[in-house]
């Protein structure tokens, strides 16, 4: 009998830290590493690509030069298929995380007011100087892209990845020239 308990006893001790090891099972980001730099990349630019798949909305109570609305509803696009691409990075490879803290809280703080104050200008103003606010706006966040999509291209070792951000790179970069033309000054 007092075998029996023993065996009980330890089969139960057994299946308690086994249980204990899967719950505490971390998310591949939680362990640190190559894998957290690069879902912290993958997070910035997901967050990006989402915020400017819906750029083109403010078409909706705003209006601007046929010029300038192309380019725009291009950055929409370009994003909203770059953001749909990325939606089935993480189904196929499940150690690509988005929601990886990415920023130390004061930046993330100065970028969120950044933000505000960039959507209080574009709400608050109308005609050239909405445009130019726009195209400005735009114009930094295809630079940003583009420099992210290069900065993770340069580790990532999934060649289908590596296409995606190299292609993305590319796109962002000639949606940044375009919107740098359109803010060239005339003299």
Do not use: W
């Not at 505490?24 to 957290?36: Q, T, V």
């Amino acid at each position: 009998m007092a075998k029996t308990v023993r065996t009980q006893l330890g089969l139960l001790v057994t299946a308690l830290a086994l249980t204990g090891c899967a719950e505490s099972a971390k998310p591949p980001s939680a362990n640190g590493g190559i894998f957290r730099q690069k879902n912290e990349g993958y997070s910035i630019l997901y967050k990006l690509m989402t915020q400017e798949s819906d750029v083109a909305k403010i078409f909706i109570i705003k209006h601007a030069s046929d010029q300038v609305g192309d380019v725009v509803k291009q950055v929409a696009a370009t994003c909203q298929a770059a953001k749909a691409q990325m939606d089935e990075f993480p189904k196929k490879d499940k150690r690509v995380e988005y929601d990886v803290p990415d920023l130390p809280f004061i930046e993330q703080g100065s970028r969120d007011l950044a933000q505000k104050a960039d959507t209080k200008a574009l709400l608050g103003r109308s005609g050239k100087e909405f445009e130019l606010e726009l195209v400005f706006t735009q114009a930094q966040a295809m630079m940003y892209a583009h420099d992210v999509c290069e900065a993770l291209a340069s580790d990532e070792d999934d060649p289908l990845r590596k296409t995606f951000l190299t292609d993305l790179s590319t796109q962002c970069g000639r949606l940044a020239d375009s919107l740098m033309q359109l803010l060239e000054v005339k003299s």
